[in-house]
């Protein structure tokens, strides 16, 4: 468990030996493992982590594979090494909360000191027979397709793909990199009561694309959202699908 900085908390659990010929490097299974213990733990900067050692006894492996597990969630950010101390938390994963009114900005207003977007590209499309009935509009209806990164104090947090009927949203484009926020576009299109209808959430291993938007390794463990924003009176406004960096975020619904 972990508390605070001074370094007297110790992440506890207890581990198990990993599969051999599973299809995925044994250093990248324990790393994966750490990732989630972590999280699971509650988190807390400053708190350690077991030895090379006992690790090495817990995944009953060399101390070889368990530093090459650490290397790498420490090249990530979530783990650092103190020179003769040993290896500690390096910040805690944001918590994302997941109601009725889920807005980036709002969740992440007292966790970052700096919170951007970044539009990752735009087309048209038309809408098949699971959007056409997800936004209530009819199937080949003109939809725009957009994809975004959001980032807080720089670090990729979450890359999505938002769906919105073009008819009610015209100047998408032009209205998102302007304030770099769908929640401001929602407001400045007079949709700015929108909540959260419905969200579907699962766990997925990161793609290579994926891992290159969110600066994470491929094959890494996500977080996946489906989710569909409505107005006030029902209507459907926005379908979403969202890929979390799941060492970065932690979702409280």
């Given amino acids: 468990m972990f508390h ?4 007297t908390d110790q ?3 207890e581990g198990r030996p990993v599969k051999r010929r599973a299809g995925i490097a044994v250093w990248k299974q324990i790393a994966e493992t750490l990732r989630i213990e972590l999280t ?3 988190l807390g900067e400053g708190a350690r982590i077991p030895t090379e050692q006992v690790l090495a006894e817990k995944f009953s492996v060399n101390r070889h594979t368990v530093r090459r597990a650490i290397s790498v969630l420490i090249e990530e950010g979530l783990l650092r090494s103190d020179q003769g101390r040993g290896t500690f938390v390096a910040k805690s994963p944001i918590a994302y909360k997941i109601g009725p009114r889920t807005r980036f900005t709002e969740n992440l207003r007292d966790q970052a000191e700096t919170i951007s977007g970044r539009l990752l590209g735009i087309r048209e499309v038309e809408a098949d027979d699971l959007l056409a009935a997800e936004l209530q509009v009819a199937i080949g ?3 725009f397709e957009m994809q975004t990164l959001s980032l807080a104090d720089g670090v990729p947090l979450i890359t999505g793909t938002g769906y919105f009927e073009k008819a009610k949203f015209p ?4 209205d998102y990199l302007e304030t ?4 401001k576009v929602m407001q400045k299109m007079g949709y700015g009561n929108y909540r959260r209808g419905e969200t579907r959430i699962t766990a997925v291993h990161c793609s290579k694309e994926h891992a290159a ?3 994470i390794e491929a094959g890494s463990p996500m977080i996946a959202t ?5 107005l006030e009176d029902g209507t459907p406004i926005q379908v979403g699908r969202s890929y979390m960096a799941s060492e970065r975020i932690q979702l409280t619904v």
């Fill in 226 to 230: 489906y989710s569909v924003d409505v």
């Fill in 40 to 42: 699971r733990a509650g």
């Fill in 141 to 143: 209806t003109v939809l």
């Fill in 171 to 174: 100047t998408l484009e032009a």
């Fill in 11 to 13: 992440l506890d659990f």
């Fill in 4 to 7: 605070d900085k001074r370094m």
């Fill in 213 to 215: 938007i969110l600066e």
């Fill in 180 to 183: 770099r926020s769908i929640t």
